[in-house]
């Protein structure tokens, strides 16, 4: 693994059904984020986490949730997916203190019918 | 409120000549700007930033230019070539803080 790596790359799923959003860093950063970009807008942040045990909402955070259990891994969970959720997410990392260099990962776009 | 956005939603230049992206912030406080690069189908990619105390910062082709007096911020790409087609995005940043907040972005176009 070279930088963040996602999955799925893409998913189509009902709305209702539950789905987690993977994410795996390498870098051993201590932050990670979630974004999410619709169409032709610029990236969200859903919820943030600045290291292992920790996490915060961002701006954008209803209806998904995070876990941080280590430093590498940091999924994001659509509990019950409704259709506004369809967008491309974003993973990203960085170094503790240095937020504006990201490492983002290559995305998963996600669509809920 | 915090805000970042940008002037020309696409600009389209020949291979060879310069481009320059524009973006307008109003958050005063924050202590860096930021330029990503964002290809088709990718993540975006940190490109250059800029302190707040500093007016212009030069990378590899790249000149980030801030106007404090009007809020302003630009990003030139000298020699532009193909492989700079993509979505630019300015951000804003508080150095002691964990955001990022992006624009909306700007298309560059590169004619062959």
């Known amino acids: 693994i070279a930088g963040i790596t996602q999955a799925p790359t893409s998913q189509i799923l009902a709305a209702g059904r539950r789905m987690t959003l993977r994410c795996t860093q390498d870098?051993?950063?201590?932050?990670m984020y979630w974004y999410r970009q619709d169409l032709g807008l610029g990236l969200r942040l859903i919820h943030y986490s600045n290291t292992a045990g920790t996490t915060g909402k961002g701006e954008v955070p209803d209806g998904y949730s995070v876990s941080r259990a280590n430093t590498d891994d940091f999924p994001l969970t659509l509990a019950s997916a409704v259709p506004s959720q369809t967008s491309v997410y974003f993973c990203?990392?960085?170094?503790?203190?240095?937020?504006?260099?990201?490492?983002f990962g290559p995305g998963t776009r996600l669509t809920v019918l | 409120g915090e805000s970042v956005g940008l002037h020309l939603p696409t600009l389209s230049v020949q291979e060879g000549d310069n481009s320059i992206i524009n973006c307008a912030y109003s958050?005063?406080?924050?202590?860096?700007f930021i330029w990503y690069k964002q290809e088709s189908g990718k993540g975006p990619q940190f490109i250059i930033d800029?302190?707040?105390?500093?007016d212009k910062r030069q990378g590899q082709r790249v000149t980030v230019l801030l106007n404090k007096t009007v809020k302003h911020l630009s990003l030139q790409i000298a020699a532009t070539q193909p492989g700079d087609s993509a979505v630019y995005f300015c951000a804003e940043n508080m150095g002691s803080s964990y955001k990022l907040i992006f624009g909306s972005g700007t298309r560059l176009l590169v004619r062959p």
């Open positions: 990203a990392s960085s170094a503790l203190g240095l937020a504006r260099e990201q490492f």
């Open positions: 870098m051993r950063h201590n932050a």
């Open positions: 800029i302190r707040s105390n500093m």
């Open positions: 958050n005063s406080a924050s202590d860096y």
